[in-house]
Nanobody, 118 residues
Framework: VQLQASGGGLVQAGGSLRLSCAAS????????IDWYRQALGKQRELVAS???????NYVDSVKGRFTVSRDNAKNTMYLQMNSLKPDDTAVYYC?????????????WGQGTQVTVSS
């Protein structure tokens, strides 16, 4: 499975962006979706997750501002980002963990840059 992330860009503080991550294969079934980000000089951080059943989790710093979703019919996952702050500036990565037998294998998208200006 290959993941293609898109939707990043430059936005002013308070603005919005929607990131998309299109999978080359099906994300139906035991597929867990995560969005990570990595700011310059910092470790990669888990931002949001969505389970196969649609349950979501967020890091505290984005709660109430970001929304993760998935469209299984389109094999695409999304990260809607509202009320963006300069601290949200990072490269954002999508990840799909897909069950293969008794293990989950991770597949990563290539990353998309989000820059929030003050």
């Amino acid at each position: 499975v290959q993941l293609q992330a898109s939707g990043g860009g430059l936005v002013q503080a308070g603005g919005s962006l929607r990131l998309s991550c299109a999978a080359s294969g099906s994300i139906v079934g035991d597929v867990f979706i995560d969005w990570y980000r990595q700011a310059l000089g910092k470790q990669r951080e888990l931002v949001a997750s969505i389970t196969p059943g649609g349950s979501t989790n967020y890091v505290d710093s984005v709660k109430g501002r970001f929304t993760v979703s998935r469209d299984n019919a389109k094999n695409t996952m999304y990260l809607q980002m509202n009320s963006l702050k300069p601290d949200d500036t990072a490269v954002y990565y999508c990840k799909a963990s897909i069950r293969q037998g008794s293990v989950f294998l991770p597949y990563w998208g290539q990353g998309t840059q989000v820059t929030v200006s003050s």
